[in-house]
């Protein structure tokens, strides 16, 4: 049996008389990668940051490792083993890469003063490993300075610092290039083959079936649907999924409906 | 005959291992990361050759340097705290008010017959609860820290009228006191303040840059959203700046109450607009997420001094003013030229 590492119950998210989400239950087992598929406006980002912390569900429960817990923050969550990479991955440009890295996680003695050796040898670590090959930069470098993927790469790099259990990627190759979505890519399955787990969020659902093992489909702030990766055969497949929840009005020819169907529905 | 063509990566790899950032080299780093400081050092200094040009005698004599070394200890307890507020994205105008309220506490507590250490004390908690308060009320209460804190400029020093209907305390006993001898006297010919001064800037120092505080302070001014999305409790980094204000204030009004021997209803007044310009002259830009405290230090030397400057180089006292605007724009455009902002 696999481990339940977080686990939301109908959790909702009301703005006003607008409900962003309205009763998700969702759940990331131990070891797994789960693509968090939807159209704009769906509740994706929200859910995340509900997840991240830096939202407060109107209603709902959140379990980690079994267990319900109370006054969830952004502190809590990252307590918890929770890194998130948001979409706009939450730097701080005028700072170094350092200071972006280690973000609400500065090591230090318990003055609260810095360890900044240790923190920039650490860093510099990080940077190699998430693949700075050019050597203009230090870790010393404004991260003002840098391109996108780069950006990118520092927010990688502060998720990865921390062992996490779970890591949420909301959008991680929007605006990535190839040879930068391949990155994102590596990294995903390095995590993976670690034990640990991720929350892929993504428009572009061909990257989302190379990599995750469950799929999670979004419409108007629920759950529409959640199927596992061997149920489904191609990318196609579960674009055509998507559209059937996104317009269940279009009858489609497709032969294969009814099967997709039951397949569907058993999850 | 050299076979080696540009693109044989034998040879490029193993000159690539030693190549370095220019930034790696120590006194390289030293001038990118203090460029905003030396540039109100050179500014210090090319004003301070003007001077001299102008009057040689009376610059090269050490009672004028003496005179201002008296004075500057207080701008900078103030300047040093307002480059943290300026960073961390607000800006706080109730300190002259902080600095009289908390010198207030210093005054009545001595004139009670208390050790002034006790005094001292009185007047920190004073200035920290009421920088505690204000940033609370801009904080909490969503408030433009501008208005807000000019709001409670006007609101401290109408209470400490009210409350002294305009009389001054004369606090005599002062001088026989360790402390004054501790934090008033002179040291080997050198007001004893500087010393006092240069202390808190170098731990202010450290606390802007190598202390979480400081750390959180530059994260929250320059992204407070990512701030909170990686856990940094926003609110509280704000409060806290607010707070060191207020402990800033307090101490400066404790120096300048000591140097007087008196304690002003008026006291801290003269100082607001000389000190905010010391912040920007120093070469914290005003958008938040950077600044330089000894920039500040150096910010608040320069303002301070200008006017002893032009006295002593023997304009008269009406060009003061107009000095002081000039600095104030000339450092500014310097500042401009010597910073990039990242978006």
Not at chain 1, 30 to 52: C, M, P, Q, R, W
Not at chain 1, 77 to 94: H, N, P, W, Y
Not at chain 1, 168 to 196: C, M, N, Y
Not at chain 2, 249 to 264: L, Y
């Amino acid at each position: 049996m696999t481990e339940r590492l977080i686990e939301l119950r109908d959790i909702t998210k009301s703005y006003g008389n607008v409900y962003a989400l309205g009763g998700v239950n969702l759940h990331v087992d131990k070891g797994e990668v789960v693509g968090l598929l939807g159209d704009n406006g769906a509740g994706k980002s929200t859910l995340i940051k509900i997840l991240a912390g830096a939202v407060k569900p109107t209603d709902g429960e959140i379990l980690v490792r079994g267990k319900s817990v109370t006054g969830w923050n952004a502190a809590r969550s990252r307590e918890a083993g929770i890194e998130t990479v948001f979409q706009d991955r939450a730097l701080a440009v005028q700072q170094s890469i350092v200071r972006n890295i280690f973000m609400g996680n500065e090591q230090g003695n318990r003055l609260g003063f810095l360890n900044l050796k240790h923190e920039i040898a650490e860093a510099g670590r990080l940077m190699r490993e998430i693949g700075f090959t050019s050597k203009v930069f230090t870790p010393n470098s404004i991260v003002g300075q840098l391109s996108g993927g780069e950006r990118q790469g520092v927010a990688i790099a502060r998720a990865i610092y921390k062992q996490a259990d779970l890591i949420i990627l909301d959008e991680p190759t929007t605006a990535l290039s190839l040879t930068e979505t391949a990155k994102v890519f590596h990294f995903v399955r390095q995590v993976r083959a670690s034990g640990r787990s991720i929350l892929f969020i993504g428009h572009n659902i061909h990257h989302v079936y190379d990599i995750a093992d469950r799929f999670v489909v979004m419409d108007r702030g629920k759950v529409a649907m959640q199927i596992s990766r061997d149920k489904v055969k191609t990318a196609e497949e579960l674009i055509w999924f998507m559209e059937q929840i996104a317009h269940p009005e279009h009858k489609s020819q497709n032969a294969k409906e009814p099967a997709l169907k039951r397949k569907a529905g058993k999850l | 005959m050299d076979q080696r063509s540009p693109t044989q990566s034998s040879t490029s790899a193993a000159s690539a291992e030693t190549w370095s950032h220019p930034s790696d080299q120590p006194w390289r780093r030293f001038l990118l990361t203090n460029r905003a400081a030396l540039g109100s050092l050179a500014v210090f200094l090319a004003m301070l050759l003007m001077f001299t040009i102008a009057n040689p005698v009376v610059f090269t004599n050490w009672t004028l340097y003496a005179s201002v070394l008296t004075t500057l200890p207080v701008a900078i307890f103030l300047t040093v705290p307002l480059v943290f507020i300026v960073t961390v994205g607000e800006i706080d105008l109730s300190f002259p008010a902080t600095m009289g309220c908390a010198a207030w506490a210093f005054a009545l507590v001595v004139q009670a017959g208390y050790d002034p250490i006790i005094g001292i004390a009185a007047a920190l908690v004073t200035g920290a609860i009421l920088g505690w308060f204000v940033g609370c009320l801009v904080v909490k209460g969503n408030l433009s820290s501008l208005i807000a804190t000019l709001g409670m400029n006007f609101v401290l020093r109408g209470i400490i009228l009210i409350f002294t209907e305009g009389k001054s305390i004369s606090l005599p006993s002062l001088s026989d006191s360790w402390v004054f001898q501790l934090f008033s006297s002179e040291l080997y010919g050198v007001p004893v303040q500087i010393y006092w001064a240069i202390a808190f800037t170098i731990f202010s120092m450290f606390l802007y840059t190598r202390h979480r505080f400081g750390v959180h302070i530059h994260i929250v001014g320059d992204n407070p959203d990512s701030a909170a999305q990686m856990g940094i409790n926003v609110n509280r980094v704000r409060i806290g700046a607010f707070i060191f204000v207020g402990i800033g204030a307090a101490i400066a009004g404790v120096f300048s109450t000591m140097i007087n021997f008196t304690w002003w209803p008026t006291s801290g007044d003269g100082y607001l607009l000389p000190v905010l310009a010391s912040v920007f002259v120093g070469g914290t830009p005003t958008w938040g997420g950077i600044g330089t405290v000894l920039g500040g230090a150096i910010g608040a030397l320069t303002v301070s001094f200008i006017q002893t400057g032009i006295v002593g180089a023997g304009l008269s006292g009406f060009y003061v003013q107009f000095f002081n605007g000039l600095i104030i724009i000339l450092s500014l455009l310097g500042h401009r030229w010597n910073q990039i902002r990242y978006r």
